[in-house]
């Protein structure tokens, strides 16, 4: 017998790319089929672009999912999961299209089929504007996420910035064991880490030793020395990227920046570390970009999973209502303090 489909809006509250990462990743964890329509409708693009469309397909491989509307510029999507789980994926990304994005879509999937994946991906940006830094998505996002049982581990043979993109990466998930999260004191700070990546290209120009100078001129008062590392490396197209991490006795928040043409190394770390340093100053355990990016977990962690965040912004209220729509369960926000509360507190049975 046919399941319903689960009908999404995809311009609903922020309207962008995340409502379709967002559904098909939830549709792959509850096998529950999924029709998007007025995709990324206010957009100035409207619809799908490549970014969205290698994730989505990168799901479909991974749960033997049929895709509809699975087009450039299409305004409507269908996925249809499959029963078959693969243990293998090989992802193609066109130009710079973001791979951070596509790990986050497919994480919550593998997390919660509980078995172990790896990924290869040939082309696609590691460090592009509007997704997490690679250097983010490994200090902050996997590091946290390995504090609640999830497992996984990146190994880069070649970063991609845009517009080429043209990076090779593999990214390994063992099997998590997800108890309920507690993220709700981020107790002492321990150390600060900053960290400073530059194409060979930007060597002579020192990029990324100033993006670490212009850094420290920002974060030199900290009660806690900041370590800083940097690195060259090869890439098709230039580009830089910064990013600061502090880690704390029960968290880790960090913030990140971009390269651009025309703009001053000192300036990246600038940016990257006055971002840390507000964050700083609030006592969140989360920092305003891993708000959204933990909700999948919260839920599918269970019963009174919670954490605290430093903002709760629009992305975080549209993915809420993304996730009520596919999980049994609803999101509870007290000042901000983010609560998944399950179907026992309902009145459901567990």
């Keep these: 017998m046919e399941t319903a489909v689960v009908e999404v ?8 790319g995340q409502i379709v990462r967002t559904a098909c990743s939830l549709a792959a964890v ?5 029709g998007i329509f007025k995709i990324r409708h206010s957009r100035r693009q409207p619809g799908l672009r490549p970014q969205h469309l290698a994730g989505v397909r990168a799901l479909a491989q991974l749960c033997d999912a049929r895709l509809e509307g699975d087009q450039i510029d299409s305004r409507e999507l269908f996925f249809r999961p499959g029963q078959d789980r693969a243990r293998h994926l090989m992802v193609k990304v066109e ?11 497919l994480l919550p999937a593998i ?13 696609g940006g590691t460090d592009t504007s509007r997704a997490p830094t690679l250097d983010y998505l490994e200090q902050v996002f996997l590091r946290l996420l390995r ?5 996984a581990e990146i190994s880069v043979a070649r970063r991609g910035y845009y517009p080429k993109g043209g990076a090779a990466l593999r990214f390994q998930s063992g099997s998590a064991n997800l108890g309920r999260i507690e993220l709700l004191e981020r107790g002492a700070l321990r150390r600060v880490t900053l960290t400073s990546r530059a194409s060979e290209a930007l060597a002579r120009r020192r990029v990324a030793e100033r993006q670490i100078e212009g850094a420290l001129g920002v974060l030199g008062t900290l009660s806690v020395p900041a370590r800083s590392d ?9 580009g830089s990227s910064f990013c600061a991490v502090a880690e704390f006795d029960n968290s880790v928040i960090g913030a990140s920046s971009l390269g651009a043409p025309g703009k001053m190394a000192e300036d990246v770390g600038r940016e990257g570390a006055a971002k ?9 355990c989360l920092d305003r970009h891993m708000a959204d990016q933990i909700l999948p977990y919260l839920a599918l962690a269970g019963d009174r999973s919670a954490a605290t965040v430093s903002e709760i912004t629009s992305h975080c209220r549209t993915n809420m209502w993304v996730i009520e729509k596919f999980l049994e369960g609803r999101f509870e926000v007290r000042e901000r303090t983010i609560t998944w509360a399950g179907p026992a507190r309902r009145g459901g049975a567990r």
Excluded: N, W
């Excluded at 509850?30 to 999924?34: N, P, V």
């Excluded at 504090?147 to 497992?151: D, M, P, Y």
């Design 9 to 16: 809006d995809g311009s609903f509250g922020e309207g962008g």
């Design 30 to 34: 509850t096998g529950k089929a999924c």
């Design 95 to 105: 130009t710079a299209g973001s791979i951070t994005l596509i790990i986050q879509a």
């Design 111 to 123: 997390v919660a089929a509980k078995t172990p994946v790896t990924v290869e991906f040939e082309g």
């Design 147 to 151: 504090r609640v049982g999830v497992v």
């Design 230 to 238: 940097f690195e060259y490396h090869f890439s098709f197209s230039p």
């Design 276 to 284: 840390l340093a507000d964050q700083l100053r609030e006592s969140a």
